[in-house]
């Protein structure tokens, strides 16, 4: 079967796929990076898309941001050691950040839910956090297939983070639908 468009979305409460214009597929891949890449492995080898979004929600980490918002580039937040600068993975030839055609804003991927100020995040130019795009962006990556991704901001990345995120989760759908339609989806 092949898809021109798949979205990889981390939950189903976050996105109801009887909602979806015929012809595009959702994946749902759970939370994290493992999943993710293994939900975007899935879907690659079920559909051989010609394009990949990812729609899901985010943690702000600057005052102002809200509602739903492109993301241009994303990096991995979570890859600290003494081996390698922060982000990058040691001794790997990959890409230590991904990036889009398109305007938007820089998203910092980790298995971790941000509850607090994290002065590298400013540093490297992060804008949201999130736990799946950074997995998701490397497959396409590695797969030649364009992504694309779009965040809906729940929380603001500070000791509210996950009661916000678990109240807010589902708010961004018609956003989603909205941003399909305009992509002439």
Known sequence: MTNTTILIVALQQEFNPSHLP???RVYYSGIGKINACMATLKAIHECSPRQ???FGTAGSV????????PVSRVVQRDVITS????GQMPMCPRPVQYETQI???TCGTGDT??????????????HLVDMELFAIAAVAHEYKIPWHAYKYVTDKANDNSVTDWKSQMHLGEQLYL????????
């Open 22 to 24: 015929t012809g595009i």
């Open 52 to 54: 990949i979004i990812n």
């Open 62 to 69: 600057h005052d102002g941001l809200s509602g739903l918002l």
């Open 83 to 86: 081996l390698a600068p922060r």
């Open 103 to 105: 305007d938007g804003y």
């Open 113 to 126: 839910f941000v509850t607090e100020q994290d002065p590298w995040l400013d540093e490297t130019g992060v």
């Open 178 to 185: 909205e941003k399909l339609r305009q992509l002439g989806l």
